[in-house]
């Protein structure tokens, strides 16, 4: 199993463009989610799904939009990107419940917004 | 609300020495408790974790935590440390519904030899 894939790793936008951070895990996990890493704060949750067609806010979900068609995938789009998205996104599954609750995450991408 | 407060920021040990780093939560219910590790560059891998039964919980790497629900905390400890544990640490709070993650700022280790 590839577990989660994360791509590109990095990544350089200009003020104002859109852009896409592809995900998707080969686990048949139900739950997935999207953070961002900046320092000093720890991980913060932009969006999650609890399963294909469903999505839901999280803590920062603001300037970003996900969708979620497969159980596989859940891309994270940027639609204008700004400054203040620069830090590092990392996409992260789960099953649903029991002892296998813990979140499976990948590389991560680093992007940049100048 | 749900948090997690890991009040070191940033830790120096000696190779060899204990380590104990401090996590405390709030959360209204019995929490699922996580500690994970990230070395530069890198992902966020599990240590361990605690759902329930017995308090001490042991991980990878030689890592135990022991969960007080008395003092809200999980603090995650090593007997003898390796250079190699030089890393961020951060503790977790896993929320059931939704399967939300609150996680705290991190405690980034140092090791000297």
């Known amino acids: 199993n590839a577990g989660v894939t994360q791509t590109p790793k990095f990544q350089v936008l200009k003020t104002g463009q859109s852009m896409t951070l592809q995900c998707a895990q080969d686990?048949?996990?139900?739950?997935m989610s999207w953070y961002r890493q900046d320092p000093g704060m720890g991980l913060r949750l932009i969006h999650y799904?609890?399963?294909?067609?469903?999505?839901d806010q999280g803590e920062v979900p603001n300037g970003y939009n996900v969708s979620r068609s497969t159980t596989e995938d859940f891309p994270l789009r940027l639609l204008s990107a700004a400054p203040s998205q620069t830090s590092v996104y990392f996409c992260?599954?789960?099953?649903?419940?029991?002892?296998?609750?813990?979140?499976?995450f990948g590389p991560g991408t680093r992007l940049t917004v100048t | 609300a749900q948090s997690v407060t890991q009040p070191d920021i940033h830790i120096t040990v000696s190779e060899g020495a204990s380590l104990e780093l401090r996590c405390n939560y709030s959360?209204?219910?019995?929490?699922?408790l996580f500690w994970y590790v990230q070395s530069p560059g890198q992902g966020l891998q599990l240590l361990l974790k605690?759902?329930?039964?017995?308090?001490l919980v042991q991980g990878i790497k030689g890592f135990e935590a022991e969960f007080k629900r008395s003092q809200s905390s999980f603090n995650l400890r090593k007997p003898s440390v390796h250079w190699s544990d030089a890393a961020e640490y951060f503790c977790?709070?896993?929320?059931?519904?939704?399967?939300?993650?609150?996680f705290g700022t991190g405690t980034s280790l140092t090791v000297i030899p």
């Open positions: 992260a599954s789960s099953y649903a419940t029991g002892p296998s609750y813990e979140q499976y």
């Open positions: 605690y759902f329930s039964g017995d308090t």
């Open positions: 686990m048949n996990h139900e739950y």
């Open positions: 959360y209204g219910a019995t929490p699922y």
């Open positions: 977790a709070v896993g929320v059931f519904t939704g399967n939300q993650f609150y």
């Open positions: 799904s609890v399963g294909a067609g469903i999505t």
